[in-house]
């Protein structure tokens, strides 16, 4: 089993700054693949970003150039590093965790065998 738990979201406003943590712990070997995902009010959730064990990053679109993952295997954490927000990335977002994941693709919601509880992000105009 492994547990994820999310910090540090919070409201900003448009153009700054949010870091997102999620500490894991339990068994994390068999998960190759970690990444954040979020669900604005009213819509699917949408994986934002993936790292792999070789640290290779896959962004969606709407986040490239804006958003940086990062995982630390020494502290069991995950990091999102949020710059440049704005309003439509007002969302909860969920750290997730999966042995199965594609190269160089965001992990599938399908295939996540963790999630965490997620946290509350809000960009006012």
């Known amino acids: 089993q492994v547990q994820l738990v999310e910090s540090g979201g919070g409201s900003v406003q448009s153009g700054g700054s949010l870091r997102l943590s999620c500490a894991a712990s339990?068994?994390?070997?068999?998960?190759?693949?970690m990444g954040w995902f979020r669900q604005a009010p009213g819509k699917e959730r949408e994986g934002v970003a993936t790292?792999?064990?070789?640290?290779?990053?896959t962004y969606a679109d709407s986040v490239k150039g804006r958003f940086i993952i990062s995982l630390n295997n020494t502290k069991n954490m995950l990091y999102l590093e949020m710059n440049g927000l704005k309003p439509e990335d007002t969302a909860i977002y969920y750290c997730?965790?999966?042995?199965?994941?594609?190269?160089?693709?965001?992990?599938?919601?399908?295939?996540?065998?963790?999630w965490g509880q997620g946290t509350q992000v809000t960009v006012s105009s």
């Open positions: 339990g068994d994390t070997t068999s998960s190759t693949c």
């Open positions: 997730a965790a999966t042995s199965s994941c594609r190269w160089r693709t965001l992990i599938d919601e399908n295939s996540v065998d963790y």
């Open positions: 790292i792999d064990s070789w640290r290779i990053t």
